[in-house]
């Protein structure tokens, strides 16, 4: 498969525990974004990398959240000590410069 | 800011009509509109893309327009099939960096 792969798919945690999600890009593609999605609604913009450089971050990437692309190629978004608000859909997406974007599947998860 | 609203929110349908998503947006200064699928707890999958010069774009049995002007977009469906069951988000882009603002979807049911 040579689509974006997101992994976990699912995780479940407790509030005030870390959680790393991992997003492997479309080979070729230089550009790579975070979204976030809650239920009901479009997904929402939080940030985004062209090669290993993070170009913008959304007002909603608290101090808690941050991500990396280190190499250009993969990239890891981390929550620390998650609250039960930041349970959503978390979705990777790649592109080339100026090109459509692609989607993975995205990692859902769930505070208790 | 920009905002998206896609009307309606869910449709139904019986299998075989042709049915017409809209989407509109209070910017007109946008790159380009795309339209994307998403099935439950899934992740986006891109169907059609319109650069901010084009009319519109067609793909098997779905086309979109695109009005920048009125800040309006619509997705055509023809020939509904149950398998067009999905919700249809709709996003825009402003300038290169392809941070998308979407709307929050229509909720399509094609009954067979």
């Known amino acids: 498969d040579t689509g974006v792969s997101q992994d976990p798919r699912h995780k479940i945690t407790k509030r005030g525990q870390n959680v790393t999600f991992r997003c492997d890009p479309i080979?070729?593609?230089?550009?790579l974004y975070w979204y976030r999605q809650t239920l009901g609604q479009g997904p929402e913009f939080l940030t985004y990398f062209q090669n290993e450089a993070q170009l913008e971050k959304s007002r909603l990437l608290s101090d808690r959240f941050s991500a990396e692309r280190p190499k250009g190629s993969f990239s890891t978004l981390e929550i620390q000590r998650t609250e039960q608000g930041d349970s959503a859909m978390y979705l990777c997406a790649s592109s080339l410069v100026y090109g459509e974007l692609f989607f993975g599947e995205g990692s859902r998860l769930t505070v208790l | 800011k920009q905002e998206v609203t896609q009307i309606p929110a869910a449709l139904s349908v019986p299998e075989g009509e042709n049915l017409v998503l809209n989407c509109s947006f209070t910017d007109s200064a946008i790159y380009n509109l795309q339209w994307f699928r998403q099935d439950p707890g899934k992740g986006l999958t891109s169907l059609l893309l319109i650069q901010s010069s084009q009319r519109e774009q067609t793909s098997g049995r779905l086309n979109a327009s695109l009005d920048k002007s009125s800040g309006r977009s619509t997705l055509y469906i023809a020939a509904s099939q149950p398998g067009d069951s999905a919700t249809y988000l709709c996003a825009v882009s402003r300038g290169s960096n392809y941070k998308l603002t979407f709307g929050k979807g229509t909720l399509l049911t094609v009954n067979p």
């Open positions: 080979s070729e593609h230089n550009r």
